[in-house]
């Protein structure tokens, strides 16, 4: 309202001024301004604007203070009593109570009264010691033994002699002598003295025998079944073994010989030299372990080998030098396309394949302290591929075929010689 006067005022001044300029010609003097009008009346308060939109709400204010506790109740009046229960089974005995104490011993009785003893006779005189017998030579007519003024006599021309320190039988057949037997020597040396020229200790229960002796040759030996004295078997449907020491000015050795049935003489399967070198079917050994394979298959048979009993799985030396390794242990794993087989600490162990491989990695599962000494075996199943190994190392080893590539159901067997 106030700006509607000031902007009329304004107008009409401007009216005044052009009146003037058109009656009285040119424009006078700028008049002084007048003084402000006074302030007109406030208009009417204007229509309330739209309301705002609700502000956020403010953050909670904290918990306050827990009010007082309250006063306890009255307590309830208390309820009629239930009726009584039945009775209960009645419990089980107890156990019974400990024996009481033994009453006191009653009164002994009387004792009856002893009877007379009899009256002891007199210790009659002792007898005087008579003179010592002396026994009376006897004759060859009679029992046996009989004495014969001087020794014991037996029959024929043997004697039994007893003296401080000695007792003869047969002169020496049977000797007890300073504390030592002799047994066919006459003056035993040791505690028990055997002379076995023309015998041996004989251990026999009625069918087998171990003798103890000297050999025909006249060396130490222990024999079963072969007397070695004579030779003869004690029973000709058993084979014979021995053990024979033999100790010469130039030689010594000991033998392990066998035999078989009805006295055939013992051939020496096993000899020990005097220089330590040992021989298996030689007795002339030149190196400490001599084996002379004569007679065996060159290809087929061993010189050497392990074997866990199934001929599958052996380890073998042919006569000819060549080796043989199969079935060596339980798989170790499957090479699939070269890949890598880990095994555990085996030193051996058969591999198998799976689709074309042209190589396999095996990696011990503890290393060995150096590179060990690897042998491998061809192939085995529908393919002769031979194996041959590419890279060693203490970790393991890389082989490959030397032909071709290893298909499903090939088998590849190793053993690995070194240091853990």
């Not at 008049?31 to 308060?45: D, L, Q, V």
Request: with cysteine.
């Amino acid at each position: 309202m106030k700006k509607t006067i000031i902007f009329s005022i304004l107008l009409l001044s401007l009216a005044i001024n052009s009146y003037a300029q058109v009656s009285h010609g040119g424009m006078g003097v700028k008049g002084a301004t007048g003084s402000t009008g006074s302030t007109g009346a406030t208009g009417a308060t204007g229509a309330t604007g739209a309301t705002g939109s609700t502000g956020a709400t403010g953050a909670t204010g904290s918990i306050g203070d827990t009010g007082a506790t309250g006063d306890v109740g009255a307590t309830g009046s208390t309820g009629t009593q239930g009726n009584t229960g039945s009775t209960g089974a009645t419990g089980a005995q107890g156990n019974t109570g400990a024996t009481g104490s033994t009453g006191a011993v009653g009164a002994t009785g009387a004792t009856g009264a002893v009877g007379n003893v009899g009256a002891t006779g007199s210790t009659g005189a002792t007898g005087s010691t008579g003179a010592t017998g002396v026994l009376a030579s006897g004759g060859a007519t009679g029992i046996l033994p009989y004495w014969d003024g001087a020794a014991w006599q037996v029959g024929g021309t043997g004697l039994i002699t007893n003296d401080i320190n000695a007792f003869n039988v047969y002169g020496s057949t049977f000797v007890i002598a300073g504390g030592r037997v002799g047994i066919g020597i006459s003056v035993p040396t040791v505690a028990l003295d055997i002379d076995t020229t023309a015998s041996a200790i004989r251990l026999y229960d009625g069918g087998n025998a171990t003798f103890l002796g000297q050999s025909i040759s006249g060396v130490g030996q222990i024999s079963t079944n072969r007397s070695p004295i004579t030779g003869t078997f004690v029973d000709a449907n058993k084979a014979a073994s021995s053990m024979i020491f033999t100790s010469a000015s130039l030689d010594s050795h000991i033998d392990f010989a066998t035999a078989d049935t009805n006295n055939t003489n013992p051939l020496t399967r096993i000899r020990i030299t005097k220089t330590g070198f040992i021989g298996i079917s030689t007795t002339d050994p030149v190196a400490q372990l001599t084996i002379n394979t004569e007679g065996i298959d060159s290809q087929s048979g061993y010189s050497f080998l392990i074997s866990s009993g199934n001929v599958n799985n052996v380890f073998g030396i042919h006569p000819n030098g060549h080796f043989s390794i199969y079935g060596a242990t339980t798989s170790v794993g499957t090479c699939t396309n070269g890949a890598l087989v880990v095994s555990s600490r085996d030193t051996a162990g058969k591999i198998a394949f799976s689709g074309a491989n042209t190589s396999c990695a095996i990696t011990f599962g503890s290393p060995f302290d150096a590179t060990p000494i690897c042998v491998l075996t061809g192939a085995v199943a529908t393919a002769t591929e031979g194996a041959i190994l590419s890279a060693e190392s203490s970790t393991g080893f890389t082989f490959v075929p030397n032909t071709g590539a290893w298909d499903d159901g090939d088998v590849v067997n190793y053993i690995c010689i070194g240091i853990h």
